[in-house]
């Protein structure tokens, strides 16, 4: 029998797809770009008890985060009410099968379900959320490894695919297959053959069924997790895993070290309005626009501007009769760029740090 729900938190990150914005020292989980509160705050109210549905009871978060977030990290959960966590403080990042592991080694009960959630992708729907997560927990319980498959409305690019096979449980499936980024001709394929889902990267399965399947397909990253672990340190809420043993634990994500290849894995599609928030382009999608499609923060002016989104961290933006922009100002950087091609900001990013 299951336990509890125990959220896992993935605060990794490098901060560049966001850059001048979002950097390695602060990425986006840790910045207010979508509310008031930060991505990772708003992540964390997901299974707190002022959101979660009455028919779902959730236990103390588990956090996996960059060590030098720690301060920030724990002042951000503070300020939400949230006291009471487990911090694991990677040294440095190993992709997030190893970061899974660690979680799923300090869970309280291995018969626990972890709800595993990147912290930087928004919910818009969190009954819908609630509600894919209940009808998950019977098969959870049976040791299923269960992911959660984004209904999708367009032929996007830029996400993983999910293939779907026969019903296993109500409107849950099993997984064919996990489908790498599309080009434009196979996305558009997929999505009229239908059975599809957009890979999320939020999973829901039993803590010791992921340590089984992590014993069946990667052992040798199990064993240098638990090694980490067990010459770690702790203080307070924060758990430091030991440097040269984590070092030596493969790198790997969990769709390629266990998803891909365990038996029992189930998708529950689901239309949460949900976004990675993965580009200046994702972020103008999702944000509130004026009646002539500008998304703006900060002390901005527009005339005759069309579909444009602005955010400025001080000095104001004067947008005069120009469509379909970018402009984002922040820690002195200035970036201008058109809207469709904010995936090069990755360009400019490597171009700094190569000068």
Not at 21 to 40: G, H, N
Request: aromatic share 6%; with cysteine.
């Amino acid at each position: 029998m299951t336990a509890s729900v125990v959220p896992v938190i993935l605060s990794g990150g490098s901060g560049t797809r966001l850059w001048p914005v979002s950097r390695p020292e602060r990425p986006k989980q840790l910045l207010a770009l979508t509310a008031a509160e930060t991505m990772l705050q708003l992540t964390a109210r997901r299974t707190d008890s002022t959101t979660t549905a009455s028919y779902l009871s959730f236990g103390t978060p588990i956090l996996v985060a960059n060590a030098n977030h720690a301060d920030l990290i724990e002042e951000q959960l503070a300020e939400i009410g949230i006291t009471e966590s487990h911090i694991l403080l990677e040294p440095f990042g190993r992709n997030t099968a190893p970061a899974i592991a660690l979680a799923a080694l300090v869970a309280k009960d291995p018969a626990d379900a972890l709800l595993v959630m990147p912290s930087d992708h928004v919910i818009a729907d969190l009954p819908a959320f609630h509600a894919a997560i209940a009808q998950a927990l019977p098969l959870v319980a049976e040791g299923w490894l269960v992911t959660f498959g984004i209904t999708p409305d367009a032929p996007e690019t830029g996400y993983g695919y999910i293939q779907m096979g026969d019903a296993v449980q109500g409107t849950v499936n099993s997984v064919t297959r996990f489908v790498e980024k599309p080009d434009a001709v196979r996305a558009a394929e997929m999505l009229a053959e239908g059975g599809y889902a957009w890979n999320a990267g939020i999973f829901l399965f039993r803590a010791d069924a992921y340590l089984a399947a992590l014993e069946t397909f990667q052992p040798s990253m199990l064993l240098h997790a638990k090694a980490s672990l067990d010459k770690g340190r702790k203080d307070g809420q924060r758990l430091y895993p030991d440097a040269d043993a984590f070092e030596a634990c493969p790198s790997d994500s969990i769709d390629y070290a266990v998803m891909e290849r365990a038996e029992k894995v189930a998708c529950v599609p689901v239309d949460m309005g949900w976004s990675d928030v993965g580009s200046w382009d994702s972020l103008h999608t999702i944000s509130d626009k004026d009646e002539s499609g500008n998304a703006v923060r900060g002390d901005v002016l527009t005339i005759d501007a069309a579909r444009c989104l602005v955010h400025s961290d001080g000095p104001r933006v004067a947008m005069v009769g120009v469509e379909d922009l970018i402009v984002v100002v922040a820690q002195g950087d200035i970036m201008i760029l058109r809207r469709g091609q904010s995936q090069n900001v990755k360009k400019v990013t490597e171009a700094l740090k190569n000068r």
